[in-house]
């Protein structure tokens, strides 16, 4: 496929090949996301595996890889402990209740860590890729963006489970 201006004469300042959708998909952030988080997140949602996932952004590949898998038996207090607390991460985590009704049910929920004390090019990195990454684990129910831990707190939790 050769490149042509407007009046149909080739011009050779124009591309001749076409860019993968893949790549054109990634390019907002050019970040790309391992096989094994959308895997992982499939096992929380659908085998109950695990209770919480940190992710992160790996400087060296420029992906989204797991950073740690929380057992079933994980509390939420594991989970937040496990958010370091100058460092910006993406975690899913799967939140158990009783509804008013008396009926057991969970949600997943999504959240945006981005600590005040984190870099300003991570927090800028961690934004621009979020919605892209988000997208890709299908079945997430609610979300939050906090940057300190009262933001997603358990009170917070329970009141948007509801």
């Given at each position: 496929?050769?490149?042509t201006?407007?009046?149909g004469?080739h011009?050779?300042?124009?591309?001749?090949?076409?860019?993968p959708?893949?790549?054109?998909a990634?390019s907002?952030?050019?970040m790309?996301v391992k096989?094994?988080?959308?895997?992982?997140?499939?096992?929380l949602?659908a085998?109950r595996n695990?209770?919480?996932?940190?992710?992160?952004?790996d400087?060296q590949?420029?992906?989204?890889v797991?950073e740690?898998?929380?057992?079933?038996?994980?509390?939420y207090?594991?989970f937040t402990n496990s958010?370091?607390?100058?460092?910006?991460?993406?975690?899913v985590?799967?939140?158990?209740?009783i509804?008013?009704?008396?009926?057991?049910k969970?949600?997943?929920?999504?959240v945006a860590?981005?600590?005040?004390?984190?870099?300003?090019?991570?927090?800028?990195?961690?934004a621009?890729?979020k919605?892209?990454?988000?997208?890709?684990?299908?079945?997430?129910?609610s979300e939050l963006q906090a940057?300190?831990?009262?933001?997603?707190s358990?009170d917070?939790?329970?009141?948007?489970?509801?």
């Amino acid at each position: 496929m050769n490149a042509t201006s407007r009046d149909g004469e080739h011009d050779h300042r124009l591309p001749y090949h076409r860019v993968p959708t893949t790549l054109l998909a990634n390019s907002s952030s050019g970040m790309y996301v391992k096989d094994e988080c959308v895997l992982k997140f499939l096992e929380l949602k659908a085998k109950r595996n695990y209770r919480f996932i940190v992710f992160k952004i790996d400087d060296q590949t420029q992906q989204v890889v797991v950073e740690k898998l929380g057992g079933p038996q994980e509390t939420y207090e594991d989970f937040t402990n496990s958010l370091p607390p100058k460092e910006c991460r993406y975690a899913v985590f799967d939140y158990d209740f009783i509804t008013p009704e008396n009926c057991q049910k969970s949600k997943i929920f999504f959240v945006a860590w981005s600590p005040d004390g984190a870099r300003v090019r991570s927090k800028m990195l961690y934004a621009s890729s979020k919605d892209k990454f988000k997208r890709q684990l299908d079945g997430i129910q609610s979300e939050l963006q906090a940057t300190d831990p009262s933001e997603m707190s358990l009170d917070i939790i329970k009141s948007r489970a509801l």
